[in-house]
């Protein structure tokens, strides 16, 4: 409908008392003041309604935000959704930003065309021209395959000189910087190529070895001394043992003793004749306790020789860590790349994957709530509407509040036809009767109302007409509470969206799909 | 010219804009609103968004220029 100056004028004396011709006086003063600011060339706003500026003659019209959010009062709640892949038109050209497919195919033209769809992708795969780069790859590819059933080892070497020999296509690419130094790098790990560390290792085994023989050596030779105590007198081997095993005490912390060569002699035997007596080895080792602790307080030569002792026994331990600081590289490098990946959305990590700003549709639904009208219906989650009981109290208009309420529930309730659901009836479509097991679904909105009788008078009156009518109760902070007629219950959009082009006017004109809970 | 007036004058503008009723003023241009359906939208980053309608307000100058 069309308002008119004159029309204009009669609304504003109705609705704001004043008389007629001051209102139209006000209304030519604001109008020549606001020519008068653009001819001046400044702009000219009116809190919360919006900004005129000009260019030129031509007067243009900033809304202001109040402006633009209080027209959109209807969709109060609804948040762009993110579809799923399968759900999605292709679009050959995905270099476009924001592509508006609505605009030649309609708002679900993605939706209703899948088999264009499969068209599409299956032209996106044969219109692929393979690249040099492409090429290269394949042809690289070939010959792993191939690999495996070369058994003569020459042929590699030879496919490896023909690729350094081989001049275009070849030389480009990531293959340009090949290096073939990098690719041992973690051939070690592999198991096909051996480090220089064993080397490191037998010198170590060696040292060990040493040290064992000159731990076995003094088990020889105590052996022998207890021979010795068991043929003299036990005096003369108390005093012998003390300076043996001092010896032997200071062979086991110095590893260069140069007498452990005539010592390794007559240990050797000493062992090929007698077995050791373990009760004279405990009398020895307390003297060499005791010899000990004498010569720590005398010598503190010793501790170097303990300092040799931990310098040597470090080279078995540094045999494994360069394998393991390679596995704990790779590790690092794979939880980064992992994490790398998942941070720029090539791969999705919960947690890691930054999410877009977008939602569901509707995020703040929890569970249904009982809904007062209707006392009879036996406790269903949802309860349901009883239209039949309910008079239309105000003719069906789409009016804002004006003053929206402060605080308003945060719940959502869903309300349809009280009626028993027959039992032929699927569970989801566009008519028969509300299920309210269906309200997982999608639904078509029509209206939205302020006024709850207004709502539920719009309800009955698509109930009577066959649709399956749903009402929905949606709180809004800045509206108050809105009530969402809307038609049938889907399962998915695209169901939906097939039975919205289904629907005549005045309901194919405006509308819009979101889910009921 | 009252605020109270401006105050009123905006309201009924508004009022009649979610009717999509048109609101004409001589001297200054015609308000009407223009309705934009729900529809589909691919982002840079590959992901595709069912927009919400919305409603906006478009304003015709009485003075072409």
């Known amino acids: 409908m069309h308002i008119d100056h004159s029309k204009l004028v009669e609304i504003l004396t109705d609705t704001s008392g004043i008389e007629k011709d001051k209102v139209e006086e006000q209304l030519s003063e604001l109008v020549a003041e606001i020519q008068d600011a653009i001819a001046e060339g400044d702009a000219y706003e009116v809190d919360g309604f919006g900004v005129f500026s000009g260019i030129g003659n031509k007067v243009l019209f900033i809304p202001a935000d109040e402006l633009a959010t209080e027209i959109n009062y209807k969709y109060v709640g609804m948040e762009p959704i993110e579809l799923e892949s399968g759900s999605v038109a292709e679009d050959d050209h995905g270099t476009e930003m924001d592509v508006d497919l609505a605009e030649e195919e309609g708002p679900f033209g993605g939706l209703l065309d899948d088999e264009d769809d499969d068209e599409d992708s299956d032209a996106s795969f044969s219109l692929d021209v393979p690249t040099q780069g492409e090429g290269e790859v394949e042809h690289e590819d070939s010959e792993e395959e191939e690999a495996p059933f070369d058994l003569d080892g020459n042929e590699t070497d030879e496919e490896e000189d023909l690729e350094i020999e081989s001049p275009g296509p070849d030389k480009w690419g990531i293959d340009t910087y090949k290096d073939d130094s990098d690719a041992g790098m973690f051939s070690g790990l592999l198991g096909d190529k051996k480090e220089p560390e064993p080397q490191g290792e037998e010198e170590a085994d060696d040292d060990l070895n040493n040290i064992f023989d000159d731990s076995e050596d003094e088990d020889d030779l105590e052996a022998q001394i207890s021979k010795q105590l068991s043929d003299e007198k036990i005096e003369e081997s108390k005093d012998e043992l003390k300076d043996v095993f001092a010896d032997g005490e200071e062979d086991h912390e110095d590893f260069d003793d140069p007498f452990d060569s005539l010592e390794e002699d007559e240990s050797d035997d000493a062992d090929a004749e007698e077995e050791v007596v373990p009760v004279i080895t405990n009398l020895a080792s307390e003297a060499a306790k005791k010899k000990r602790e004498e010569e720590a307080q005398e010598d503190p030569a010793e501790d170097e020789d303990e300092s040799t002792k931990s310098k040597r026994s470090k080279p078995s331990r540094n045999t494994s860590s360069p394998v393991l600081l390679w596995v704990v590289l790779i590790i690092v490098i794979f939880a980064g790349g992992t994490y790398a990946l998942g941070y720029f959305g090539i791969v999705n990590i919960p947690g890691v994957t930054p999410q877009p700003q977008i939602a569901a549709t509707q995020p703040q639904q929890p569970a249904p709530q009982t809904q007062q009208p209707v006392a009879q219906d036996p406790a269903p989650a949802i309860q349901k509407a009883a239209p039949e009981n309910q008079e239309p109290q105000q003719p069906a208009e789409t009016q804002p509040e004006e003053q929206p309420a402060a605080e308003q529930p945060t719940e959502t309730q869903v309300s349809g036809n009280s009626e028993a659901v027959p039992n032929g009836q699927p569970k989801y479509g566009l008519r028969g009767i509300s299920n309210s097991a269906a309200n997982d679904g999608y639904t078509i909105v029509v209206f939205s109302l302020s006024k709850e009788g207004n709502a539920r008078a719009k309800l009955n009156e698509l109930n009577n007409d066959g649709y399956r009518a749903v009402l929905a109760s949606i709180p809004s902070q800045q509206y108050g509470q809105l009530w969402r007629v809307s038609l049938g219950q889907f399962e998915s959009l695209r169901t939906a969206a097939l039975a919205a082009d289904t629907l005549k006017s005045p309901f194919s004109e405006n509308y819009f799909i979101t889910k009921i809970k | ?65």
Request: glycine fraction near 8%.
């Open chain 2, 1 to 65: 010219m009252t605020n109270e007036f401006l105050e009123t004058l905006g309201i009924i503008i508004r009022d009649q804009i979610i009717m999509k009723n048109s609101v004409e003023i001589d001297g200054l241009g015609l308000f009407k609103a223009v309705h934009h359906n729900q529809k589909q939208e691919k982002k840079s980053d590959g992901t595709n968004v069912m927009v919400p309608p919305k409603d906006t307000v478009e304003f015709t100058s009485e003075n072409k220029g």
